[in-house]
């Protein structure tokens, strides 16, 4: 828990807040001539907490957790460690495989929080230090269109990622075959498959609960 949380938390503020800030100076530009300005709250804080947080913390922590955890469980396959914990009546999958799981799923959701408000900031400080919108106007657009249940959504897709990514993960390492060459097969598959996977989960779960 504290590799994949408390880690991974540089990477997540500094994502989550360019993020934020590219998605206000976007509309900004977008609504520039038709639309009033206090609308650039409203479209960063549903954008964030609904798609930007969520999808760019998965697509980022594949490659830094998703990776590193594949290639830990598959180093220790082809050098027989885990043969040699089996030969010690260790269960590898309740020794290895569990904790790395259960850690993704308990701590995606609490990266999306960090994620949610570092977007929400990062997108006011670009419209107030580089667009005509005022800190009351970015306010009430965040306020006006903003739902609780955007927030919840956002921590299903987090449980869902979380889960995800560690899951194929572990399969990948713990299935390695093939030495070294082995081992970055496992983690590029690793990384490749997960991609997809959380695109095809973030438009399955905005088909069921939106």
């Not at 969520?54 to 830094?64: A, D």
């Not at 408000?117 to 009430?140: H, L, N, P, Q, R």
Request: with cysteine; proline share 3%.
């Amino acid at each position: 828990m504290i590799y994949i949380g408390a880690r991974s938390i540089p990477i997540v503020v500094l994502t989550a807040l360019f993020s934020g800030m590219v998605t206000s100076v976007q509309s900004a530009y977008q609504f520039s001539s038709w639309v009033p300005s206090w609308y650039v709250g409203s479209v960063v804080g549903n954008s964030v907490l609904l798609e930007l947080a969520p999808m760019i913390t998965g697509l980022v922590l594949t490659g830094r957790v998703g990776a590193t955890i594949a290639a830990e469980i598959g180093t220790m396959r082809v050098t027989e460690q885990i043969d040699a914990l089996e030969s010690l009546s260790f269960d590898p999958v309740s020794f290895l495989i569990l904790p790395r799981v259960v850690a993704g799923t308990i701590m995606f959701p609490f990266l999306i929080i960090i994620a949610d408000v570092c977007g929400v900031f990062g997108g006011w400080v670009a419209a107030t230090t580089s667009m005509d919108v005022t800190t009351y106007e970015f306010i009430k657009g965040f306020k006006t269109w903003f739902h609780p249940w955007d927030a919840w959504f956002g921590m299903i897709k987090a449980t869902t990622f979380g889960f995800t990514i560690t899951s194929i993960a572990c399969y990948h390492g713990y299935y390695t075959r093939g030495g070294a060459l082995g081992v970055g097969k496992a983690t590029t598959t690793t990384v490749v498959i997960s991609c997809v996977c959380i695109v095809f989960l973030d438009y399955l779960l905005a088909e069921l609960f939106l």
